[in-house]
């Protein structure tokens, strides 16, 4: 059944990048007009068949990158420089109804952070989704839509009962692999999934990954980025890593290069709050990052996690640190060298063993 | 863990069912635990199996429809409002939503001012008692000076559990209920809070009850573990016992559940 959706679908890019974003700039204006650049120059590319995800702690700017990768800024929220080239087709200077129109759904899909409070809770599911497709298409029948969201729910396994039920009858785990399959209904590129399973226990929360590793292989969509805290939920689903911390990015790699080599110090102390229930991982000691991010109003002129780090130099604290290239395709934001870095862990584990 | 272990709260048949009729629900069935001074007891399941209703009931915030809680060996009385704030005084929580368990009426001063009050400490002189505060303020990473006059609400997630705990040290409790205190905020936060709760038990000596879905968590941070499913137990031990070699299958899924790092994270399974 599924394929007679994909054959619906118009595979439009030439190349095998789908979304790629060049040095995008956004902020948000507060009442005061004080400006907050929560992403600062993010450049990332995602290719078809693969997956991004995005980890930091809260109020390092992952969900206003989330928000701004699809283009569509309303106030608060406002674009400044940088393109987002989705498909071959720039949007990122796109009239906002444009957007809506035509890529938001059709290119892109997003999953809020609480997707479960987006479902009405006076319309059943299937009245839902007739508004998400009629807005896209006026002259959709009933039948067809139908025919679409049960194809649709039965290839992700989710019940096809689910579509005649209000949202106060499902539990939390089913509301949300609902909203990722409403998402997903008019086969969008690339799926944004913002925290999706970040209010649910873990059984349900490994029914959501479940399903959405399932959605790149029944070819539903073409790439995800993922974004969370969770740093082996991260390491499960995606094949790329991105570490932002105050709105830049300080490390790029693959994901077992983020999560068991971590080059930027930042990343490093995020690797250690992981808490996982295998032998040995009792005494291993949590390492926390002490301290809070920078306030975004006026942020450092040199590295910005230089108050909080523990290799800071006298010069992180003036000079703006690059993007730098390291071995292996990989990429991070610190002033010192690879093998610097490398060497301080290890003299920083040789004291800890002591 | 010494080893005699006195028995500091325990229940015997603890039920509690909501609703009558056709649509009756047993939350919590015939439960019979006992927690031991100075351990830290975690108690795991999957959302709906009754962990918090169990913990309403332990803290004596809900009625008890069947069975006995005891507290140090002595049946436990709330009849009256008086005998439950002297409960309150042994057993204190830290709940799952930061941002839902502060009075927004009441600034900071007041919040930690309460506690203060609660340990009797009525009458001692205001600067003793901002000494007091600056005390529990610096133990858990906040500055006492940049807290006066602000509200609750002003603080991120992270900082207001983290005065959360401020309060439990100022109380000083005898055992301490943890709800959930780490799944609402992120990774990062977490470790600090695991870390001070943790280094708290140990300065007081207080029993800790530690509710979580996530078994990992459970693992790093408890002597004993009890498994709950549908409001009973199915399983209980010592850590390494339960998580390195679960018996019950239901164990086992939920040890499965958790993503991996290490080990296969094998997806099928659901």
Redo the contacts between chains.
């Keep these: 059944m599924s394929n007679a959706i994909l054959e619906v679908r118009e595979r439009t890019t030439k190349n095998n990048v789908i979304l790629e974003v060049r040095e995008l700039t956004t902020k948000w204006v507060t009442r005061f007009k004080e400006d907050i650049c929560a992403v600062d120059h993010v450049s990332l590319k995602v290719e078809e068949g693969k997956s991004l995800g995005i980890a930091g702690e809260s109020g390092c700017g992952k969900s206003t990158l989330a928000l701004s990768l699809m283009g569509y800024y309303f106030p608060p929220l406002h674009y400044m420089s940088g393109e987002i080239i989705i498909a071959g087709r720039n949007i990122s200077r796109m009239d906002p109804d444009e957007v809506r129109k035509s890529i938001l759904g059709k290119e892109i899909a997003y999953i809020p952070q609480s997707a479960m409070n987006a479902l009405n809770p006076t319309q059943k599911i299937i009245h839902f989704i007739e508004d998400v497709l009629q807005a896209h298409d006026l002259y959709i029948t009933k039948k067809d839509i139908y025919e679409r969201a049960r194809t649709v729910f039965e290839t992700l396994g989710l019940p096809a009962e689910v579509l005649q039920k209000y949202p106060v009858e499902l539990s939390g785990g089913m509301k949300q692999r609902t909203v990722i399959a409403v998402s997903v209904l008019l086969l969008p590129q690339v799926l944004i999934a913002d925290e999706p399973s970040s209010a649910l226990d873990v059984t349900s929360q490994k029914m959501v990954i479940k399903m959405l590793r399932q959605l790149m292989e029944v070819g539903f969509i073409s790439s995800l980025i993922f974004i969370t805290h969770e740093l082996p939920l991260l390491y499960n689903v995606t094949d790329d890593i991105m570490v932002m911390y105050a709105g830049q990015i300080v490390e790029e790699g693959t994901a077992k290069q983020a999560v068991f080599d971590p080059l930027h110090p930042y990343s490093k102390g995020l690797m250690g709050s992981i808490i996982v229930p295998e032998q040995g991982q009792r005494d291993v000691k949590l390492t926390a990052i002490p301290g809070v991010p920078p306030n975004l109003k006026n942020p450092p002129t040199g590295c910005r996690f230089a108050e909080r780090c523990k290799y800071v130099r006298p010069d992180c604290k003036v000079i703006p640190v690059g993007l730098y290239e390291a071995y292996g395709g990989r990429a991070y934001r610190c002033i010192l060298s690879e093998k610097e870095l490398r060497d301080a862990y290890l003299r920083e584990a040789k004291k800890d063993a002591r | 863990m010494p080893d005699e272990k006195k028995l500091c709260l325990s229940t015997s048949g603890l039920t509690k069912v909501f609703g009558f009729g056709r649509q009756k629900t047993v939350a919590v069935d015939h439960v019979d635990i006992h927690f031991y001074e100075g351990e830290v007891a975690s108690i795991v399941g999957?959302?709906?199996s009754g962990k918090t209703t169990l913990a309403k009931m332990l803290l004596g915030l809900i009625s008890i429809t069947e069975g006995e809680v005891y507290f140090q060996g002595k049946e436990r009385d709330i009849s009256t409002q008086k005998k439950k704030k002297e409960y309150w005084k042994n057993i204190q929580a830290i709940f799952q939503d930061p941002y839902s368990s502060y009075n927004i009426f009441r600034n900071i001063d007041t919040v930690l001012l309460d506690c203060i009050h609660m340990r009797g400490g009525r009458h001692l002189p205001h600067a003793k008692k901002v000494e007091m505060m600056a005390e529990a303020c610096g133990f858990v990473?906040l500055k006492f000076e940049e807290l006066t006059k602000k509200y609750p609400f002003e603080l991120?997630?992270?900082q207001m559990q983290r005065l959360m705990i401020a309060r439990i040290f100022l109380l000083n409790p005898k055992i301490l209920v943890a709800d959930e205190p780490t799944s609402m905020?992120?990774?990062?936060?977490?470790?600090?809070i695991?870390?001070m709760l943790m280094q708290l038990r140990k300065e007081i000596g207080m029993t800790v009850i530690f509710i979580t879905?996530?078994?990992?968590?459970?693992?790093?941070v408890s002597d004993t573990v009890h498994i709950m499913e549908h409001g009973k137990f199915v399983e209980s031990g010592s850590?390494?016992e339960v998580?390195?070699h679960p018996k019950e299958a239901y164990t086992q899924?939920?040890?499965s559940?958790?993503?991996?790092?290490?080990?296969e994270?094998d997806?099928s399974t659901?």
């Design positions: 999957e959302s709906g990473n991120s997630g992270g905020i992120d990774a990062c936060s977490r470790a600090t695991l870390e879905h996530d078994i990992g968590l459970a693992y790093y850590a390494d998580i390195l899924r939920l040890i559940d958790v993503p991996k790092i290490y080990e994270w997806l659901v």
